[in-house]
């Protein structure tokens, strides 16, 4: 069965350190793997995606991920993070047997200390 | 308009009422999603249109669940007679079909409360 895991409800990091939200995915075929953060009280944000290419993907607030195939993961990083990066991310999947449906993960709170 | 837009922001009702949720999807979108995103949850698929094909019924919950989407405007979800489990927030997303895969503009959604 096709599914998306983020093994942690809360991630705490404090400002200025590296930050790492887990996701790893199990599907058929090549995956199409995305981040999601939803901001407090509003919809949810395409942060970035990874379809084909280089493992190491960048995205918006300089937000990147890698992909790694041989341990199916997609895990969320930035370098350095800041207060405002506090919000929760969702981790989502490509269906493989659909060209339109998500699979998505039950999302990570990140809290971000100053 | 500049993004997706959705009415109610917020919505109480009581037990066995019915609500109609609404969203007007970004102009030139031909793909409309809807989720439910319980208290704490990730995201529940409830259905998808894409143009004037026949939408994806495949996650609505139950009978009292339907949505309407004429031609690639606005679409509104109703829930008839309400029940305490429908409580959540009600996400509606938009993408263009052919558009880059996986990425949807979402609106900030309906949150409902039944009492």
Redesign the interface.
């Known amino acids: 069965a096709q599914s998306v895991a983020q093994p942690e409800d809360q991630v705490n990091v404090a400002e200025g350190n590296p930050l790492t939200v887990k996701c790893t995915y199990s599907v058929s075929g090549n995956p199409y793997l995305f981040w999601y953060v939803q901001y407090p009280n509003r919809g949810l944000q395409f942060l970035l995606k990874y379809i084909t290419g280089d493992n190491l993907v960048k995205g918006s607030y300089g937000f990147e991920a890698e992909f790694n195939k041989s341990q199916t993961s997609f895990h969320l990083k930035k370098p350095s993070a800041l207060v405002s990066d506090s919000a929760l991310y969702f981790c989502a999947v490509r269906d493989a047997d659909s060209n339109y449906q998500l699979i998505w993960g039950a999302g990570t709170k990140l809290i971000i200390k100053p | 308009g500049a993004g ?1 837009s959705q009415s109610p922001s917020n919505k109480v009702t009581e037990k066995g009422k019915d609500v109609e949720l609404r969203c007007d999807p970004i102009s030139g979108h031909t ?1 409309l999603y809807w989720y439910r995103q319980r208290l704490g ?3 529940e ?1 409830l259905i ?1 249109f ?1 143009g004037n094909s026949a939408p ?1 019924k495949s996650g609505l919950p139950s009978d009292r669940f339907s949505a309407e989407r004429t031609g690639e405007s606005v679409s509104t979800l109703t829930i008839q007679r309400t029940q305490q489990e429908d409580s959540a927030v009600y ?1 509606c ?1 938009s993408s263009l079909a052919g558009g ?10 309906s949150r409902l409360t039944v009492l």
């Open positions: 997706v793909a949850q990730g995201l698929f998808y894409q994806d996400l997303a880059p895969p996986g990425e949807l503009f979402f609106g900030e959604g």
